[in-house]
């Protein structure tokens, strides 16, 4: 059996001001604007589906996520792009094996993380 990630899709009030987000502050790519107003990013690798609550989904619906961790070799920069920017800086640390960590928050409270690379 294989398993291959195909997206991670994000639920949001305002999938234009999210995507933007994405793009802005992320480097994402816009890949495709979906027919229900969402949608379809590039995040360096990662599909990203951005969207309202769909009409036609039974199932209980909520906005967010945890977070996306992201690796960076520039992290001092991408905390001062952060802060010019007025994003909110959750947390700055080191975790094991001596990597400073950056948590910030996305649109729709959804934490993001930059890792410092080594």
Do not use: W
């Not at 305002?14 to 604007?33: C, K, M, S």
């Not at 989904?57 to 920017?85: C, F, N, P």
């Not at 994003?87 to 975790?95: A, F």
Request: glycine share 10%.
């Amino acid at each position: 059996m294989t398993f291959k990630l195909n997206h991670l899709h994000l639920k949001t009030q305002d999938p234009d001001q999210t995507a933007r987000f994405y793009v802005d502050t992320l480097g994402a790519t816009i890949v495709n604007q979906t027919t229900n107003g969402g949608y379809r990013l590039d995040l360096h690798g990662l599909s990203l589906n951005v969207s309202k609550f769909l009409e036609h989904q039974s199932r209980e619906q909520k906005y967010g996520m945890e977070h996306i961790a992201i690796d960076t070799d520039e992290l001092d920069a991408l905390v001062e792009k952060l802060k010019g920017q007025g994003i909110h800086i959750l947390e700055q640390t080191v975790v094991s094996g001596g990597r400073r960590v950056c948590f910030f928050e996305g649109p729709d409270g959804v934490q993001l993380e930059f890792i410092e690379m080594k």
